[in-house]
């Protein structure tokens, strides 16, 4: 499928904001693809290039990115999961897989914690593990923000005060703690890239641990983003993963 002419721009108007999102209708499999901090859904743009047209495809900008919304807000995890719930309610998506990379991972991760469905999480090279904020916090928290900030602020015209309050918390009650993930339930499938500099590889096992029956795939030679480096082993993993 191809990004530019398959899709249709749409927008999902929730209680905390007009979400936008691309869809490709199709008759088999859906598919919901959240996008890391400080993207947008042509994050994906490579990536769907490589999907067989008849999957059910919505790329998602999350609140405060690309051409959503972005109201006066604290953007905490728990903020845009309100908004995906409202999203999958009102697109009747309850039988998606939804895909998440590194914060999207974080988002989808959430979501499945709480008591709404999904057919299945694919959560690549996820933040958000209570583990990795230790780890963090250790090294020094503000000083992977800092970084983070000035990476976010060049990339698709970010907006300043969306970014602050995303990358300046501590995330305490939206970490994704032992606990937490032993309420997933769904079919989960990880991804990670085995040179992943920003969030270590070490973190792909913890989280299988803590997911019952999750599936882990370490994507050689690949960074943070194993779907744009290695669309095509992406692909077919994804593609076992829901039985296409």
Known sequence: MDYTNDFQDDFCYTSLGAIHFRHHAGPKQKIIFLHGI??????????????????????????????????????????????????????????????????????????????????????????????????????????????MMKSVMKLNNNKEYVMKSAIYTNFEEDRLTTEDLAKIRVPTLILWGSNDIMINPKFAKVLQSKIKGSRLEIIDNSGHEPHYEHPEKVKEILLNFIKY
């Open 38 to 147: 400080g993207s947008t859904t042509k994050q994906w743009q490579r990536f769907v290039g490589f999907l067989p047209d008849d999957l059910d495809v919505y790329l998602v900008d999350l609140l405060g990115h690309g051409e959503s919304d972005a109201p006066d807000v604290d953007y905490t995890v728990s903020m845009q999961f309100q908004a995906l719930r409202e999203f999958i309610s009102m697109q009747n998506n309850g039988d998606s897989y939804i895909f998440g990379h590194s914060y999207g991972g974080w988002i989808a991760a959430y979501y499945a914690t709480q008591p709404y469905t999904c057919k299945g999480l694919i959560l690549e090279d996820c933040a958000g593990l209570m583990e990795n904020f230790e780890e963090m916090i250790a090294t020094g928290l503000r000083k992977h923000q800092e970084e």
